[in-house]
C-alpha cells in the first residue's frame, strides 16, 4: 500500500464511516501529507504500513521548529487518527504514534465581543448599498442563532421556519438541528428577502440559498471573514475577530445572562458538553451572583 492510496482509502473511511464534513476531512489529509512532504524531502521510502516510530519522532520534531505548540498538537493528533485507521483495517499491528506526546498548550478561551460591540459593527454598515441589507441580515443571524460560518452560508429559505420561531440548522457532518431564532433576526432576514433579494437574478441551482453575493450564487466562507474584517477596521476595532467571534459571543451572553449548559450545547450543535463548557471560563463575573441567588446559606 502506497501512501497516496491510504489516504485516499482514509478520506473514504471519514466520509462514510465518520460523516465529517469536508472542511474536517481536508485538515487531517493535510496532517498526513505533511508527512508524506517530509518522507520525500528526505528520501525515506518507508510506507504507510511499515513507517517507524524513529522516523515520526524525527518529523515531529522537525514540525516544532516551525508551528506553534497548538499546530504541533493539531498534526499529531491528526496523525493518530490516521494510523488508529490502519490498525483498525488490520494492515498494521500498532500506532508509530502512540508514545508521542503532544505538547502542553492550555485551552484556549474564545474571543468575545461585548453586547456594544457588536451593535456598533452592525451599526457601521451602510445599508445605502444593496448588500448593506444582507450583510446586516448575516451578522444578526450568527449572533442571534449562534452559527458557525459554513452554517449561514449554507442556510436555505426552505430552512426558514419563522411562524414557529426556528431554523433549520445543517452543521458538521451534515448532521441537522433545530435553532430558535428571535424577532430582530426575522425582521432583518425579511427585509433583504423583500427589499434587496427579490431583484436580484439568482443562478440555477442557487435559487433555496438565502444569502447571495452580487452575481447571484451562494457566499464563500472568505467572503464573511472579509466583511467582518473591514467593519472592524473601519470602527478600529481593537480584536482580532472572525466570523465564529460572533458564535462564542452568542454562547457566552447567553451563559452570563442565566441560560443552561446543555440548552447551549444544543443550540451550537456540539455533541460533547465538554466543548460547550470552554464558556465557563470565559467571564466568572457572574457566578458570585448565581452563588448569592440559589445558595441556600448565602
Request: glycine share 8%; hydrophobic share 35%; with cysteine.
Given at each position: 500500500m502506497n501512501w497516496q492510496q491510504a489516504l485516499k482509502d482514509y478520506q473514504h473511511y471519514l466520509r462514510i464511516?465518520?460523516?465529517?464534513?469536508?472542511?474536517?476531512?481536508?485538515?487531517?489529509?493535510?496532517?498526513?501529507?505533511?508527512?508524506?512532504?517530509?518522507?520525500?524531502?528526505?528520501?525515506?521510502?518507508?510506507?504507510?504500513?511499515?513507517?517507524?516510530m524513529e522516523t515520526v519522532q524525527r518529523f515531529i520534531y522537525e514540525i516544532a521548529k516551525t508551528v506553534n505548540p497548538r499546530s504541533q498538537a493539531r498534526i499529531i493528533s491528526g496523525l493518530k487518527g490516521f494510523f488508529n485507521y490502519l490498525v483498525f483495517e488490520e494492515y498494521r499491528i500498532d500506532n508509530p504514534m502512540d508514545l508521542l506526546e503532544s505538547p502542553k498548550i492550555g485551552r484556549k478561551l474564545?474571543?468575545?465581543?461585548?453586547?456594544?460591540?457588536?451593535d456598533t459593527l452592525i451599526g457601521t454598515i451602510d445599508l445605502s448599498k444593496?448588500?448593506?441589507?444582507?450583510?446586516?441580515?448575516?451578522?444578526?443571524?450568527?449572533?442571534?442563532?449562534?452559527?458557525?460560518?459554513?452554517?449561514?452560508?449554507?442556510?436555505?429559505?426552505?430552512?426558514?421556519?419563522?411562524?414557529?420561531?426556528?431554523?433549520?440548522?445543517?452543521?458538521?457532518?451534515d448532521k441537522q438541528r433545530f435553532v430558535p431564532i428571535g424577532t430582530i433576526n426575522i425582521k432583518y432576514i425579511d427585509i433583504y428577502r423583500n427589499e434587496?433579494?427579490?431583484?436580484?437574478?439568482?443562478?440555477?441551482?442557487?435559487?433555496?440559498?438565502?444569502f447571495l453575493n452580487r452575481r447571484g450564487k451562494q457566499l464563500t466562507r472568505a467572503m464573511i471573514f472579509t466583511i467582518i474584517k473591514q467593519l472592524a477596521e473601519k470602527i478600529g476595532l481593537q480584536k482580532s475577530i472572525s466570523p465564529h467571534t460572533f458564535r462564542h459571543s452568542f454562547a457566552t451572553h447567553l451563559l452570563q445572562n442565566g441560560a443552561d449548559l446543555r440548552a447551549i450545547q444544543q443550540m451550537l450543535g456540539h455533541e460533547s458538553i465538554t466543548t460547550t463548557e470552554v464558556y465557563m471560563h470565559v467571564?466568572?463575573?457572574?457566578?458570585?451572583d448565581v452563588m448569592n441567588k440559589y445558595h441556600p446559606r448565602k
Open positions: 464511516e465518520r460523516g465529517l464534513a469536508q472542511n474536517s476531512i481536508k485538515s487531517y489529509e493535510r496532517d498526513v501529507n505533511k508527512l508524506i512532504l517530509y518522507l520525500e524531502i528526505h528520501n525515506i521510502s518507508e510506507d504507510p504500513i511499515k513507517v517507524s474564545p474571543d468575545t465581543l461585548s453586547e456594544s460591540e457588536i444593496p448588500e448593506g441589507e444582507r450583510n446586516r441580515a448575516m451578522l444578526e443571524t450568527l449572533y442571534g442563532c449562534g452559527l458557525r460560518v459554513s452554517e449561514l452560508i449554507g442556510l436555505k429559505i426552505s430552512d426558514l421556519f419563522f411562524e414557529e420561531g426556528f431554523i433549520k440548522v445543517t452543521g458538521k457532518g434587496i433579494r427579490i431583484h436580484q437574478k439568482i443562478q440555477k441551482g442557487h435559487e433555496d440559498i438565502l467571564d466568572r463575573s457572574h457566578l458570585s
